[in-house]
């Protein structure tokens, strides 16, 4: 709904390490090096390397997952693809996606070393 802001630069997210994938009852919460943090709200696809086409989204709360895989890993490339689509590929080619539906509500959270962005 809010979208990602227009000045948005994930570039500086790159080299990052994921250090913690936290499970809430309404949110999953994604903690890397150097204070980032994202938290999914809404929905979310997680694209395994070996998948050729992007997956369906998943909606919050999860009932079960593969993320932790991604713990240890750092951020090779964050871009917005467009409608507040949050894109962040990972060292080891797998995909993390967060999304902003058009439904009223916050989708995901951004907490950049304090300064928050809600989407």
Known sequence: MYSLPKDFDGGKWVGKTLELVCFAEHTICFHFE???SITPESC???QLSSMNAAP???KVPVAESNLMSLVGHKIRKAQDEGNGTLRI?????EILRC?????P???YQINDV????IV
Not at 89 to 93: A, S
Not at 99 to 103: G, L, S
Not at 114 to 117: A, M, R, V
Request: proline fraction near 12%.
């Open 114 to 117: 304090g300064k928050l962005t």
């Open 44 to 46: 979310f696809s997680y």
């Open 89 to 93: 590929e990972f060292d080891n080619d």
């Open 105 to 107: 509500y916050e989708s």
């Open 99 to 103: 999304f902003d539906p058009p439904e």
């Open 56 to 58: 369906e989204p998943i």
């Open 34 to 36: 150097g204070d980032l």
